[in-house]
Protein backbone atom coordinates (compact mmCIF):
# COMPACT_ATOMS: atom_id res chain seq x y z
CA UNK A 1 0.00 0.00 0.00
CA UNK A 2 1.38 3.14 -0.73
CA UNK A 3 1.01 6.54 1.76
CA UNK A 4 1.03 9.60 0.04
CA UNK A 5 3.35 12.39 1.03
CA UNK A 6 -0.08 14.42 2.55
CA UNK A 7 -2.85 12.95 4.04
CA UNK A 8 -4.96 16.17 3.54
CA UNK A 9 -7.91 17.12 0.57
CA UNK A 10 -6.22 20.50 -0.01
CA UNK A 11 -3.24 18.29 -1.61
CA UNK A 12 -5.45 16.84 -4.79
CA UNK A 13 -5.73 20.74 -5.06
CA UNK A 14 -2.10 21.97 -4.88
CA UNK A 15 -0.66 19.47 -6.99
CA UNK A 16 -3.32 19.88 -9.90
CA UNK A 17 -2.14 23.80 -9.40
CA UNK A 18 1.04 22.90 -9.73
CA UNK A 19 1.42 20.57 -12.60
CA UNK A 20 -0.81 23.28 -14.92
CA UNK A 21 0.89 25.95 -13.34
CA UNK A 22 4.50 24.52 -14.30
CA UNK A 23 3.07 22.89 -17.92
CA UNK A 24 3.84 25.85 -19.65
CA UNK A 25 7.65 26.25 -18.64
CA UNK A 26 9.95 25.41 -20.86
CA UNK A 27 13.12 22.82 -19.25
CA UNK A 28 15.15 22.99 -22.43
CA UNK A 29 16.66 25.05 -25.05
CA UNK A 30 14.63 28.25 -26.32
CA UNK A 31 13.91 25.94 -29.45
CA UNK A 32 12.82 22.18 -27.38
CA UNK A 33 9.09 21.67 -26.53
CA UNK A 34 7.89 22.43 -23.23
CA UNK A 35 8.34 19.87 -20.02
CA UNK A 36 5.74 19.84 -17.31
CA UNK A 37 8.52 19.44 -14.25
CA UNK A 38 11.70 21.31 -12.99
CA UNK A 39 15.10 20.78 -12.54
CA UNK A 40 16.23 20.43 -9.44
CA UNK A 41 19.39 21.09 -7.84
CA UNK A 42 20.37 21.09 -4.27
CA UNK A 43 23.81 23.22 -3.29
CA UNK A 44 24.69 21.44 0.32
CA UNK A 45 27.96 23.82 1.67
CA UNK A 46 29.89 21.51 4.35
CA UNK A 47 30.23 23.58 7.67
CA UNK A 48 28.94 27.19 6.73
CA UNK A 49 27.77 29.01 9.47
CA UNK A 50 24.51 31.05 9.29
CA UNK A 51 26.54 34.14 9.35
CA UNK A 52 28.84 33.01 6.46
CA UNK A 53 27.03 34.83 4.06
CA UNK A 54 26.71 38.62 3.07
CA UNK A 55 23.41 38.53 2.93
CA UNK A 56 22.67 37.26 6.58
CA UNK A 57 25.48 39.42 7.75
CA UNK A 58 29.02 38.73 6.85
CA UNK A 59 31.34 41.78 6.43
CA UNK A 60 34.29 39.94 6.50
CA UNK A 61 34.16 38.72 2.85
CA UNK A 62 31.37 38.75 -0.02
CA UNK A 63 29.04 36.20 -1.11
CA UNK A 64 26.69 38.06 -4.04
CA UNK A 65 26.08 34.84 -6.67
CA UNK A 66 24.79 33.33 -3.03
CA UNK A 67 23.46 36.99 -2.29
CA UNK A 68 21.52 36.79 -5.69
CA UNK A 69 19.58 33.64 -5.31
CA UNK A 70 18.32 34.43 -1.85
CA UNK A 71 16.76 38.26 -3.51
CA UNK A 72 15.55 36.12 -6.65
CA UNK A 73 13.56 33.67 -4.75
CA UNK A 74 12.73 32.36 -1.13
CA UNK A 75 14.48 32.29 2.08
CA UNK A 76 13.74 30.13 5.13
CA UNK A 77 14.36 31.34 8.53
CA UNK A 78 13.71 29.18 10.23
CA UNK A 79 15.55 25.53 8.71
CA UNK A 80 17.06 23.23 10.28
CA UNK A 81 20.04 20.66 9.19
CA UNK A 82 19.45 16.78 9.78
CA UNK A 83 22.53 16.66 12.54
CA UNK A 84 25.17 18.85 14.07
CA UNK A 85 27.84 16.43 11.84
CA UNK A 86 28.04 15.46 8.19
CA UNK A 87 26.77 11.78 8.05
CA UNK A 88 23.89 11.78 9.75
CA UNK A 89 22.95 15.22 8.24
CA UNK A 90 22.81 13.98 4.87
CA UNK A 91 20.88 10.93 5.74
CA UNK A 92 18.55 12.83 7.64
CA UNK A 93 17.85 14.92 4.11
CA UNK A 94 18.19 11.28 1.75
CA UNK A 95 15.64 9.44 3.74
CA UNK A 96 13.42 12.28 5.19
CA UNK A 97 13.52 10.43 9.01
CA UNK A 98 15.54 13.09 11.30
CA UNK A 99 18.15 11.17 14.00
CA UNK A 100 15.67 9.11 15.90
CA UNK A 101 14.51 7.54 13.38
CA UNK A 102 17.16 7.52 9.99
CA UNK A 103 19.41 4.75 9.59
CA UNK A 104 22.59 6.80 9.64
CA UNK A 105 23.07 8.54 13.48
CA UNK A 106 26.83 8.99 13.37
CA UNK A 107 29.67 9.87 11.49
CA UNK A 108 31.31 5.73 11.54
CA UNK A 109 33.66 4.84 9.48
CA UNK A 110 33.79 1.49 7.93
CA UNK A 111 35.80 0.17 4.99
CA UNK A 112 37.22 3.11 3.71
CA UNK A 113 34.25 5.05 3.63
CA UNK A 114 31.10 5.55 6.21
CA UNK A 115 28.25 2.96 7.55
CA UNK A 116 26.42 2.08 4.68
CA UNK A 117 22.31 2.70 4.28
CA UNK A 118 20.76 -0.08 3.68
CA UNK A 119 19.97 -1.87 0.52
CA UNK A 120 16.31 -0.54 -1.45
CA UNK A 121 16.46 2.83 1.21
CA UNK A 122 13.60 5.26 -0.21
CA UNK A 123 16.06 8.00 -0.27
CA UNK A 124 15.37 11.10 -2.00
CA UNK A 125 17.59 10.22 -5.48
CA UNK A 126 15.80 7.17 -5.65
CA UNK A 127 11.93 8.72 -5.86
CA UNK A 128 12.85 11.28 -7.94
CA UNK A 129 14.59 8.37 -10.30
CA UNK A 130 11.32 6.57 -9.78
CA UNK A 131 9.89 9.88 -11.27
CA UNK A 132 11.68 9.68 -14.43
CA UNK A 133 14.50 12.36 -12.85
CA UNK A 134 18.20 11.65 -14.41
CA UNK A 135 19.88 11.65 -11.42
CA UNK A 136 23.14 12.79 -10.14
CA UNK A 137 25.96 13.85 -6.93
CA UNK A 138 29.01 15.70 -7.55
CA UNK A 139 31.22 16.08 -4.14
CA UNK A 140 31.03 14.09 -1.05
CA UNK A 141 28.70 10.87 -0.27
CA UNK A 142 29.21 9.91 3.24
CA UNK A 143 26.51 7.49 3.58
CA UNK A 144 28.36 4.36 2.67
CA UNK A 145 31.80 2.82 1.69
CA UNK A 146 32.43 2.01 -2.40
CA UNK A 147 30.74 -1.17 -2.81
CA UNK A 148 28.62 -1.06 0.08
CA UNK A 149 24.47 -0.79 -0.45
CA UNK A 150 24.42 2.64 0.92
CA UNK A 151 26.84 3.86 -2.49
CA UNK A 152 25.23 6.19 -4.47
CA UNK A 153 24.95 4.67 -7.12
CA UNK A 154 22.74 2.20 -5.45
CA UNK A 155 20.88 4.59 -3.57
CA UNK A 156 18.88 6.41 -6.92
CA UNK A 157 21.42 7.93 -8.05
CA UNK A 158 22.55 7.84 -12.36
CA UNK A 159 26.12 9.34 -11.55
CA UNK A 160 28.74 10.07 -9.06
CA UNK A 161 31.56 11.84 -9.12
CA UNK A 162 33.44 13.19 -5.70
CA UNK A 163 34.80 11.84 -2.68
CA UNK A 164 33.21 8.27 -1.32
CA UNK A 165 34.39 8.68 1.77
CA UNK A 166 33.91 11.84 4.06
CA UNK A 167 37.46 11.57 6.10
CA UNK A 168 39.49 11.92 2.69
CA UNK A 169 37.15 14.64 1.70
CA UNK A 170 38.78 16.62 4.45
CA UNK A 171 41.54 17.18 1.47
CA UNK A 172 41.20 19.38 -0.93
CA UNK A 173 44.38 18.01 -3.30
CA UNK A 174 43.52 13.95 -3.05
CA UNK A 175 45.48 11.55 -5.19
CA UNK A 176 42.27 10.19 -6.51
CA UNK A 177 38.43 10.76 -6.81
CA UNK A 178 35.63 8.57 -7.38
CA UNK A 179 34.20 8.33 -10.96
CA UNK A 180 30.80 6.54 -10.47
CA UNK A 181 32.10 3.28 -9.32
CA UNK A 182 35.61 3.40 -10.11
CA UNK A 183 38.52 5.28 -8.63
CA UNK A 184 40.18 7.97 -11.11
CA UNK A 185 43.72 8.66 -10.25
CA UNK A 186 44.54 12.98 -9.99
CA UNK A 187 48.38 12.66 -11.19
CA UNK A 188 48.57 16.14 -10.47
CA UNK A 189 47.84 15.17 -6.82
CA UNK A 190 50.57 12.27 -6.44
CA UNK A 191 53.24 12.67 -4.03
CA UNK A 192 53.26 16.22 -2.60
CA UNK A 193 52.10 18.53 -6.05
CA UNK A 194 49.39 20.12 -4.85
CA UNK A 195 48.13 20.23 -9.13
CA UNK A 196 44.39 19.63 -9.06
CA UNK A 197 42.07 21.42 -6.94
CA UNK A 198 39.21 18.75 -6.16
CA UNK A 199 36.31 21.30 -6.02
CA UNK A 200 37.08 23.22 -9.54
CA UNK A 201 37.28 19.28 -11.24
CA UNK A 202 34.14 18.25 -9.20
CA UNK A 203 32.71 21.71 -10.62
CA UNK A 204 33.71 21.04 -13.99
CA UNK A 205 31.84 17.47 -13.89
CA UNK A 206 28.37 19.31 -12.74
CA UNK A 207 28.23 21.51 -15.59
CA UNK A 208 28.83 18.75 -18.07
CA UNK A 209 25.71 17.22 -16.46
CA UNK A 210 24.10 19.84 -17.06
CA UNK A 211 24.78 20.41 -20.30
CA UNK A 212 24.52 16.64 -21.14
CA UNK A 213 20.73 16.59 -19.46
CA UNK A 214 19.81 20.10 -20.60
CA UNK A 215 16.39 18.12 -22.72
CA UNK A 216 15.32 16.52 -20.12
CA UNK A 217 14.10 17.20 -16.49
CA UNK A 218 16.90 16.19 -14.06
CA UNK A 219 17.98 16.27 -10.33
CA UNK A 220 21.85 17.41 -9.30
CA UNK A 221 22.82 17.44 -5.81
CA UNK A 222 25.84 19.22 -4.86
CA UNK A 223 27.47 18.31 -1.70
CA UNK A 224 30.39 20.54 -2.11
CA UNK A 225 33.60 19.83 0.79
CA UNK A 226 33.68 23.83 0.96
CA UNK A 227 34.38 25.28 3.64
CA UNK A 228 35.17 22.76 5.67
CA UNK A 229 38.96 21.89 6.86
CA UNK A 230 41.55 21.75 5.78
CA UNK A 231 41.94 25.31 4.92
CA UNK A 232 43.33 25.30 1.28
CA UNK A 233 42.38 27.28 -1.85
CA UNK A 234 43.67 28.37 -4.99
CA UNK A 235 46.50 30.97 -4.86
CA UNK A 236 44.33 33.63 -7.29
CA UNK A 237 41.96 33.29 -4.27
CA UNK A 238 44.00 33.23 -1.42
CA UNK A 239 45.75 36.40 -3.37
CA UNK A 240 42.64 38.37 -2.67
CA UNK A 241 42.82 38.06 1.41
CA UNK A 242 45.72 37.73 2.36
CA UNK A 243 46.54 41.69 2.57
CA UNK A 244 42.93 42.05 4.47
CA UNK A 245 43.33 39.47 7.30
CA UNK A 246 47.28 39.63 7.92
CA UNK A 247 48.54 39.47 10.49
CA UNK A 248 46.69 36.34 11.92
CA UNK A 249 48.41 33.30 13.67
CA UNK A 250 49.23 30.12 11.17
CA UNK A 251 47.57 26.92 11.58
CA UNK A 252 50.03 23.76 12.34
CA UNK A 253 49.25 20.47 12.93
CA UNK A 254 50.82 18.27 15.41
CA UNK A 255 50.14 14.47 16.35
CA UNK A 256 52.71 12.36 18.22
CA UNK A 257 52.92 8.86 17.34
CA UNK A 258 54.54 6.90 19.85
CA UNK A 259 57.75 7.93 22.07
CA UNK A 260 60.00 8.34 19.19
CA UNK A 261 58.33 9.91 16.27
CA UNK A 262 56.97 13.59 16.13
CA UNK A 263 55.09 15.23 13.45
CA UNK A 264 54.57 18.82 12.64
CA UNK A 265 51.49 19.07 10.56
CA UNK A 266 50.12 16.79 8.00
CA UNK A 267 52.42 17.80 5.08
CA UNK A 268 55.24 15.59 5.58
CA UNK A 269 54.46 12.65 3.31
CA UNK A 270 55.85 10.15 5.62
CA UNK A 271 52.95 10.95 7.84
CA UNK A 272 50.60 8.22 7.67
CA UNK A 273 46.95 10.72 7.31
CA UNK A 274 48.76 12.63 4.48
CA UNK A 275 46.26 12.95 2.08
CA UNK A 276 44.03 11.03 3.85
CA UNK A 277 41.91 12.74 6.38
CA UNK A 278 45.03 15.01 7.65
CA UNK A 279 44.51 18.45 7.43
CA UNK A 280 47.24 20.58 6.12
CA UNK A 281 49.04 23.36 7.94
CA UNK A 282 47.83 27.11 6.86
CA UNK A 283 49.66 29.85 7.45
CA UNK A 284 46.72 32.03 6.88
CA UNK A 285 44.01 30.09 7.82
CA UNK A 286 41.94 33.70 8.22
CA UNK A 287 42.48 34.46 4.32
CA UNK A 288 41.94 30.50 3.42
CA UNK A 289 38.66 30.96 4.86
CA UNK A 290 37.79 33.71 3.01
CA UNK A 291 38.83 32.34 -0.33
CA UNK A 292 37.33 28.75 0.24
CA UNK A 293 33.51 30.66 0.41
CA UNK A 294 34.32 33.45 -2.26
CA UNK A 295 35.31 30.30 -4.85
CA UNK A 296 32.00 28.18 -3.27
CA UNK A 297 29.82 31.68 -4.24
CA UNK A 298 31.71 31.76 -7.73
CA UNK A 299 30.51 28.03 -8.52
CA UNK A 300 26.59 28.42 -7.07
CA UNK A 301 27.34 31.76 -9.79
CA UNK A 302 28.85 28.98 -12.57
CA UNK A 303 25.41 26.96 -11.75
CA UNK A 304 23.69 30.21 -12.45
CA UNK A 305 25.20 31.10 -15.34
CA UNK A 306 25.27 27.44 -17.64
CA UNK A 307 21.29 27.62 -16.32
CA UNK A 308 20.81 30.84 -17.65
CA UNK A 309 22.76 30.15 -21.25
CA UNK A 310 20.88 26.77 -21.31
CA UNK A 311 17.38 28.81 -21.04
CA UNK A 312 16.66 26.49 -18.43
CA UNK A 313 16.97 29.02 -15.02
CA UNK A 314 13.09 29.85 -14.89
CA UNK A 315 12.39 25.87 -14.67
CA UNK A 316 14.54 24.60 -12.01
CA UNK A 317 14.64 24.69 -8.38
CA UNK A 318 17.95 25.38 -6.71
CA UNK A 319 18.20 24.94 -3.24
CA UNK A 320 21.79 26.59 -1.31
CA UNK A 321 22.05 25.05 2.63
CA UNK A 322 24.46 23.74 5.22
CA UNK A 323 25.03 20.70 6.42
CA UNK A 324 25.31 21.84 9.67
CA UNK A 325 26.99 24.78 11.81
CA UNK A 326 30.86 25.97 11.63
CA UNK A 327 33.68 23.97 12.81
CA UNK A 328 36.61 24.35 14.65
CA UNK A 329 38.94 22.10 12.62
CA UNK A 330 42.03 22.55 11.16
CA UNK A 331 42.62 26.15 11.87
CA UNK A 332 39.03 27.57 11.23
CA UNK A 333 38.61 30.51 13.18
CA UNK A 334 34.25 31.09 13.15
CA UNK A 335 34.34 33.85 16.14
CA UNK A 336 36.45 35.76 13.70
CA UNK A 337 33.70 35.68 11.23
CA UNK A 338 31.18 35.70 13.45
CA UNK A 339 29.89 32.32 11.45
CA UNK A 340 27.37 32.05 14.20
CA UNK A 341 25.35 34.96 13.90
CA UNK A 342 22.97 35.75 16.00
CA UNK A 343 23.30 32.47 17.81
CA UNK A 344 25.94 30.51 20.23
CA UNK A 345 27.06 26.83 19.37
CA UNK A 346 29.53 25.24 16.92
CA UNK A 347 29.69 21.62 14.63
CA UNK A 348 28.52 19.06 17.25
CA UNK A 349 26.31 21.38 19.35
CA UNK A 350 22.65 21.12 19.74
CA UNK A 351 22.30 24.63 20.20
CA UNK A 352 21.42 26.78 17.45
CA UNK A 353 24.45 27.63 16.45
CA UNK A 354 25.06 23.76 15.27
CA UNK A 355 22.27 22.75 13.59
CA UNK A 356 20.28 26.41 12.77
CA UNK A 357 21.48 26.78 8.42
CA UNK A 358 20.93 28.79 6.22
CA UNK A 359 18.70 27.93 2.86
CA UNK A 360 17.56 29.74 -0.18
CA UNK A 361 15.04 28.20 -2.43
CA UNK A 362 14.73 29.68 -6.04
CA UNK A 363 11.98 28.82 -8.90
CA UNK A 364 12.04 31.21 -10.84
CA UNK A 365 8.85 30.51 -12.64
CA UNK A 366 6.49 29.83 -9.48
CA UNK A 367 8.52 31.22 -6.24
CA UNK A 368 7.99 34.75 -5.59
CA UNK A 369 10.95 36.68 -5.85
CA UNK A 370 12.28 38.48 -2.72
CA UNK A 371 10.03 36.34 -0.66
CA UNK A 372 11.22 35.19 3.23
CA UNK A 373 9.34 32.71 5.28
CA UNK A 374 9.60 32.10 9.02
CA UNK A 375 7.68 28.28 8.18
CA UNK A 376 10.02 25.95 11.00
CA UNK A 377 11.36 23.22 8.82
CA UNK A 378 14.31 20.77 8.13
CA UNK A 379 16.04 18.86 5.94
CA UNK A 380 13.70 15.65 6.73
CA UNK A 381 11.02 18.34 4.87
CA UNK A 382 12.69 18.08 1.54
CA UNK A 383 12.19 14.65 -0.05
CA UNK A 384 8.05 14.75 1.02
CA UNK A 385 8.73 18.47 -0.60
CA UNK A 386 10.04 17.30 -3.31
CA UNK A 387 7.92 14.16 -3.78
CA UNK A 388 5.18 16.52 -3.59
CA UNK A 389 6.18 18.61 -6.40
CA UNK A 390 6.99 16.20 -9.33
CA UNK A 391 3.61 14.38 -7.82
CA UNK A 392 5.55 10.69 -6.67
CA UNK A 393 4.03 9.06 -4.09
CA UNK A 394 6.09 7.75 -1.02
CA UNK A 395 5.69 4.21 -0.43
CA UNK A 396 7.01 3.83 3.28
CA UNK A 397 6.23 6.51 6.07
CA UNK A 398 8.58 9.53 7.05
CA UNK A 399 8.84 12.38 9.37
CA UNK A 400 9.01 15.40 6.94
CA UNK A 401 6.07 17.55 5.50
CA UNK A 402 6.04 18.82 2.61
CA UNK A 403 6.12 22.52 2.25
CA UNK A 404 5.27 23.03 -0.97
CA UNK A 405 2.28 25.16 0.38
CA UNK A 406 4.59 27.98 1.18
CA UNK A 407 6.69 27.67 -1.91
CA UNK A 408 3.72 28.21 -4.00
CA UNK A 409 1.81 30.80 -1.53
CA UNK A 410 -0.77 28.63 -0.47
CA UNK A 411 -2.62 28.41 2.26
CA UNK A 412 -3.16 25.38 4.26
CA UNK A 413 0.46 24.74 5.27
CA UNK A 414 1.09 21.83 7.05
CA UNK A 415 3.11 22.52 10.57
CA UNK A 416 5.54 19.95 12.41
CA UNK A 417 4.19 19.76 16.03
CA UNK A 418 7.94 19.13 17.14
CA UNK A 419 11.43 18.28 15.60
CA UNK A 420 13.77 16.39 17.19
CA UNK A 421 17.82 15.54 17.27
CA UNK A 422 19.85 13.40 18.91
CA UNK A 423 23.93 13.40 19.15
CA UNK A 424 25.95 9.82 19.26
CA UNK A 425 28.93 12.05 20.63
CA UNK A 426 30.18 14.32 23.11
CA UNK A 427 28.68 12.24 25.81
CA UNK A 428 24.97 12.04 24.08
CA UNK A 429 22.81 14.85 23.17
CA UNK A 430 19.13 15.58 22.80
CA UNK A 431 17.11 18.22 21.75
CA UNK A 432 13.66 19.44 20.42
CA UNK A 433 12.12 22.52 18.96
CA UNK A 434 8.18 22.84 20.02
CA UNK A 435 6.79 25.93 18.31
CA UNK A 436 9.19 28.63 20.18
CA UNK A 437 10.12 26.33 22.99
CA UNK A 438 14.30 24.55 22.21
CA UNK A 439 15.08 22.32 24.96
CA UNK A 440 18.57 20.75 24.92
CA UNK A 441 19.80 17.66 27.07
CA UNK A 442 23.61 17.24 26.85
CA UNK A 443 25.61 14.47 28.73
CA UNK A 444 22.78 11.60 28.12
CA UNK A 445 24.73 8.76 28.52
CA UNK A 446 26.33 9.78 31.72
CA UNK A 447 22.30 9.70 32.72
CA UNK A 448 22.09 13.05 33.13
CA UNK A 449 17.96 13.99 33.47
CA UNK A 450 18.24 17.82 33.33
CA UNK A 451 16.76 19.52 30.27
CA UNK A 452 17.95 23.25 29.43
CA UNK A 453 15.13 25.34 28.21
CA UNK A 454 15.16 28.39 25.76
CA UNK A 455 12.53 30.94 24.37
CA UNK A 456 13.85 30.66 20.41
CA UNK A 457 11.35 33.77 19.80
CA UNK A 458 12.70 36.10 22.69
CA UNK A 459 16.08 34.67 23.05
CA UNK A 460 17.60 33.34 19.58
CA UNK A 461 21.01 33.08 21.36
CA UNK A 462 20.17 30.64 23.84
CA UNK A 463 21.41 32.91 26.43
CA UNK A 464 19.09 32.24 29.54
CA UNK A 465 17.83 28.89 30.71
CA UNK A 466 14.18 28.74 31.93
CA UNK A 467 13.46 25.30 32.79
CA UNK A 468 12.53 26.26 36.22
CA UNK A 469 9.93 28.83 35.59
CA UNK A 470 7.88 26.34 32.72
CA UNK A 471 8.03 22.52 34.78
CA UNK A 472 5.44 21.83 32.48
CA UNK A 473 7.16 22.31 29.06
CA UNK A 474 10.11 20.59 30.47
CA UNK A 475 8.11 17.80 31.14
CA UNK A 476 6.61 18.24 27.58
CA UNK A 477 9.97 18.17 25.98
CA UNK A 478 11.37 15.34 27.82
CA UNK A 479 8.34 13.05 26.81
CA UNK A 480 9.28 13.89 23.20
CA UNK A 481 12.98 13.31 23.64
CA UNK A 482 11.15 9.27 24.44
CA UNK A 483 8.88 8.81 22.39
CA UNK A 484 10.87 10.63 19.30
CA UNK A 485 13.29 7.98 18.49
CA UNK A 486 13.44 4.45 17.81
CA UNK A 487 16.35 2.22 18.97
CA UNK A 488 18.89 1.23 16.41
CA UNK A 489 21.29 -1.79 17.82
CA UNK A 490 24.06 -0.04 15.02
CA UNK A 491 23.38 2.95 17.06
CA UNK A 492 22.85 2.14 20.91
CA UNK A 493 21.37 5.22 22.60
CA UNK A 494 19.30 3.54 25.14
CA UNK A 495 21.89 1.09 26.12
CA UNK A 496 24.55 3.48 26.84
CA UNK A 497 21.88 4.79 29.31
CA UNK A 498 21.11 2.07 31.05
Excluded at 36 to 56: K, T, V
Excluded at 277 to 288: E, K, L, R, T, V
Excluded at 344 to 364: A, F, N
Excluded at 471 to 494: G, N, Q, T
Aim: proline share 7%; aromatic share 10%; glycine share 10%.
Amino acid sequence: MKIKTYKLPLMAAISAVLLLGISSCSNGSSNNAPTQRPNIIYILADDLGYGDLSFLGQTKFSTPNIDKLAANGMVFTQHYSGATVCAPSRSALMTGMHTGHTQVRGNRGLNDGQFPLAAGSQTLAGVLKKAGYTTGAFGKWGLGYPGSSGAPLNQGFDVFFGFNSQTIAHNYYPRELWDNDKIISLEGNQGTEQGQYAPNLIQEKRLEFIEANKDTSFFMFVPTIIPHAELFAPEEYMEKFLTKTNPEPPYQYESKLGPETFYKGVDDPEHPRYKVGGYGSQAYPHAAFAAMVTLLDDHVGEIVAKLDELNILENTVIVFTSDNGPHLEGGADPDFFNSNGPFQGYKRDLLEGGIHVPMILSWPAKVKKGSQTDHISAFWDILPTFSALVDEELEEPIDGISFLPTLLGEGGQPTHSHLYWEFHEKGGKQAVRKGKWKGIKRDVFKGNETILLYNLEEDPGETTDLAQDHPDVVKEIKLLMEKSRVEDPEWPFDAKIK
